[in-house]
């Protein structure tokens, strides 16, 4: 018991019910994180280094990580929050995998010396405006052709946050849009290219990923398997649940938690998890973001039980990325315990602010044990 009372961390409240089923799988990876900078970072890092082997990092900082050597450096001070936070062996091997930010003015030259590299695993495309600091983002990726043939020669994944920015396109279409009108015209162009479709919100990402290529891939965030845009509007408007691509209709959601639980190799485990101060969210316009790391692989236990899949959770979670990525699968394994546990509702952030994790104040149905 104490064990798994030092695994829950600082989002344990309490713990309520007991019983003895438990789950053992492949230690995961998160292949799709925001970890931020300084010390939000290092008040972050700790629930991802827990449960996960690895996880790509998003490059979104202010200013964004455009080069290679910038990402060296991010990397750097990741390691060195690790050091200062890590209270198990494992926490201490946790491996950030990183990402360029690709604008306008990415170069041929900086795709090579990131292919070369052994620690830039992805370039990540935000449409300029789409998002949480994507205002240096792409805003003709007929600018950036080059490094993006480039890419394509190289292998190196394009990561994309997939939505259209046109004021004009209704927010709940623009996944949709964006995969007609941006993402086949460049597959056209760029066969070969590898893609993930990140966070994939509707039928249509779904789709698109299934009728791709073995170089297409799509991640899938927990809130979206398990959360529709209800979610945001329950008794009133409900800032935490708000995230981009927004929350969709139950049929986008049970299309979601289908591809997830399928079996299907191309598809595989991004949290998402983007903490945004309290503050900002509960604002006139609050940041979109989902914070919840704090239960990374739990709420995905979640949504494939409730699926009655929850043998297909080790292959979403913890192999079909890391094949995917061209990468080992990881060493050793994490125990889910059938045990609910109350998450804390709020966690202490930056600037005298907290955090508010996805179901603060709820019941989470898992429990990580520490192995
Ligand atoms: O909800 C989101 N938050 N979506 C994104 O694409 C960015 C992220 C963030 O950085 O906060
Ligand atoms: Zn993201």
């Given at each position: 018991m104490l064990d798994t009372l030092l695994a829950?961390?600082?989002?344990?409240r309490d713990n309520v019910d007991m019983s003895s089923q438990n789950l053992t799988i492949v230690r995961p990876d998160d292949w799709h994180l925001h970890l931020r900078d300084g010390d939000a970072m290092q008040a972050v890092l700790l629930d991802t280094a827990r449960r996960f082997g690895r996880a790509i990092v998003m490059p979104n900082l202010r200013p964004p990580v455009t080069t290679v050597e910038l990402a060296s450096a991010y990397r750097a001070r990741i390691l060195a929050a690790l050091a200062n936070v890590a209270d198990t062996v494992q926490a201490k091997r946790f491996d950030p995998l990183m990402t360029l930010y690709l604008t306008d003015n990415m170069t041929p030259a900086e795709i090579e010396a990131a292919a070369a590299s052994d620690f830039v695993h992805g370039v990540k495309l935000y449409?300029?405006?789409?998002?949480?600091?994507?205002?240096?983002?792409?805003?003709?990726?007929m600018r950036c052709d080059a490094a993006i043939a480039r890419m394509a020669e190289l292998g190196l994944p394009l990561l994309v946050h997939?939505?259209?920015?046109?004021?004009?396109?209704d927010v709940f279409d623009r996944e949709a849009v964006f995969i007609d009108s941006v993402l086949l015209p460049l597959l056209t162009r760029h066969p070969d290219l590898r893609v993930v479709l990140e966070h994939i919100t509707t039928a249509q990402g779904v789709a698109f990923v299934r009728e791709g290529g073995a170089n297409v891939a799509g991640t899938l965030t927990a809130h979206h398997l398990l959360y529709n845009r209800n979610a945001i509007f329950t008794g009133g408007i409900r800032p935490?649940?708000?995230?981009?691509p927004v929350l969709k209709r139950e049929q986008h959601r049970e299309a979601l938690l289908e591809a997830a639980t399928s079996?299907?190799?191309r598809f595989f485990l991004g949290t998402d998890s983007a903490p945004h101060a309290r503050l900002t969210k509960e604002a006139s316009c609050g940041c979109a973001g989902c914070y919840t790391s704090h239960a990374g692989i739990e709420l995905y236990a979640e949504a494939f039980e409730q699926a009655g899949a929850l043998d297909q959770l080790e292959a979403f979670a913890s192999l079909n990325g890391p094949d995917w990525y061209g990468l080992p699968r990881n060493d050793g394994t994490i125990t889910l315990l059938k045990q609910s546990w109350t998450v804390a509702d709020t966690m202490s952030y930056v600037n005298n602010d907290v955090l508010v994790p996805l179901r603060a104040g709820e019941q989470v149905k898992w429990l990580l044990k520490q192995n």
């Open positions: 829950l961390g600082s989002a344990f449409p300029a405006g789409a998002t949480t600091n994507s205002d240096s983002g792409v805003t003709d990726l997939g939505e259209v920015t046109n004021a004009d396109v935490h649940y708000y995230c981009l079996g299907h190799r």
